[in-house]
């Protein structure tokens, strides 16, 4: 299938078009690398062995975008382009509705001009807001503590209203909960601008001595150990999620909304003790205050992909904290800086394909 990959050289994006890659598929990638680097997709080549064809175009550039669109004829989408960050969300809430919500329209639109109407969106258990009924199920009511999740709120229901007026479109919502992990090669993985939001990275920060300690938000939550309980999905898992649905539209029309997640929990101190123990590294930690807008625990219900997909998480919190472990000594300053000036089709597809014939 002739794939199309909105922020694919980022880090749930790059692993989902290497898995691409090898199921056989034909994939193009639109990142205008905001938050990540051409480098991701290099390696994904080279570990595949197959090209990308890559376009530095931001979804915002709805000319662009169409243009684009228009010369690869795509029969499915997956749209991993957005802005993620909670904090500047709330700093910035303009610009995560411009790039999140506008962005998608326009994508939306530029779909529908060329007539593919599959789309696989990257939505997120943040949809579920502070709800206490767990495990949380697809059914749970929605709702948005912060901008970012907002703008995954608002998409969805785009989304729906989108289906019901024109049931040519086939959706797949996917709801993930904490990403985390690498490939098992140590070539790609998540490369966090600046001080990590999320724990792991600042973990493994850590443990590799870039930080000299981890703050624990909060130690009396009402949890077994009093820290937050998340639902940590090894991005590999997460990934294979991604081709499941877009297996599943292949055959079958409307929306549909997936929770992808483990269903188990894990603590602060579980990620610590398990990190400190895999890297036999020491990992000192802090208890601090509570984070503001923090919910005790989260973890899915993910019955619903198991029955419709056949998709579980199969890989659990050691593999996760391996890999990422391997990513992180590999990789310690991430991904090496580029030319930050823009490249054109041609210049990408030089450095990316570049790889392979290194390897030939
Ligand atoms: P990421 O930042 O690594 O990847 C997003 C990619 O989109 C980057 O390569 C970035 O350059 C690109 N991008 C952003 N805005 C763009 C635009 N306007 N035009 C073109 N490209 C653009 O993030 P990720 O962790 O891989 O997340 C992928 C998606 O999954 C996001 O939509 C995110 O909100 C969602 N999600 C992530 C998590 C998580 O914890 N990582 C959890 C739930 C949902
Ligand atoms: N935590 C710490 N110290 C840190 C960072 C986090 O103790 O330095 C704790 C948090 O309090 C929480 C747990 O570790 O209990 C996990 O925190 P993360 O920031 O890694 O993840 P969240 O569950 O808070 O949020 C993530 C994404 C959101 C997304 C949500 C649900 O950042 O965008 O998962 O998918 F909405």
């Given at each position: 299938m002739r794939v199309l990959v909105t922020g694919g050289a980022g880090y749930i994006g790059s692993h989902t078009v290497l898995q691409l890659l090898e199921a056989g598929h034909q994939v193009s990638v639109v990142d205008n690398f905001s938050n990540s680097s051409p480098e991701s997709l290099r390696r994904v080549v080279g570990l595949a062995g197959r090209n990308v064809d890559t376009y530095q175009t931001d979804l915002l550039d709805r000319p662009a975008l169409g243009e684009v669109l228009a010369s690869i004829e795509p029969e499915a989408v997956i749209h991993f382009a957005g802005l993620k960050a909670v904090g500047e969300s709330v700093a910035q809430p303009l610009k995560y509705y411009?790039?999140?919500?506008a962005g998608t329209l326009n994508l939306l639109e530029a779909m529908d001009a060329v007539d593919c109407r599959t789309?696989?969106?990257?939505?997120?258990?943040?949809?579920y807001g502070e709800s206490v009924d767990l495990p949380l199920r697809e059914s749970t009511p929605r709702s948005a503590t912060n901008p970012y999740g907002r703008t995954k709120l608002h998409i969805e229901e785009m989304l729906e209203e989108l289906s019901v007026s024109?049931?040519?479109?086939?959706?797949?919502?996917l709801r993930y909960f904490n990403p985390v992990g690498a490939h098992e090669s140590g070539q790609i993985g998540e490369d966090p601008q600046g001080i990590p939001n999320n724990l792991m990275p600042f973990v493994a920060q850590v443990a590799i001595g870039k930080r000299p300690e981890v703050q624990v938000f909060g130690n009396d939550y009402a949890t077994a150990d009093g820290t937050g309980v998340r639902d940590y999905i090894h991005v590999l898992d997460l990934?294979?999620?991604?081709?499941?649905?877009?297996?599943?539209?292949?055959n079958t029309e409307g929306l549909h909304v997936w929770n992808l997640g483990t269903g188990a929990g894990s603590s602060v101190l579980d990620v610590i003790d398990a990190f400190a123990r895999i890297s036999g590294r020491p990992?000192?930690?802090?208890?601090?205050?509570?984070?503001?807008?923090?919910?005790?625990e989260s973890y899915a219900h993910p019955e619903k992909a198991r029955l419709d997909l056949g998709w579980k998480a199969e890989r659990g919190l050691e593999q996760?904290?391996?890999?990422?472990w391997r990513w992180q000594s590999?990789?310690?300053?991430?991904?090496p800086e580029l030319n930050p000036e823009p490249l054109n089709h041609e210049q990408l597809a030089k450095f990316i394909q570049g790889r392979v014939d290194d390897q030939s």
């Open positions: 411009k790039n999140n919500v789309l696989v969106f990257s939505s997120s258990a943040t949809v024109d049931s040519r479109w086939r959706v797949a919502n990934a294979e999620g991604h081709l499941a649905a877009l297996d599943y539209l292949s990992v000192p930690y802090r208890i601090t205050d509570r984070r503001p807008g923090d919910v005790a996760m904290v391996e890999d990422m590999k990789n310690p300053e991430g991904f």
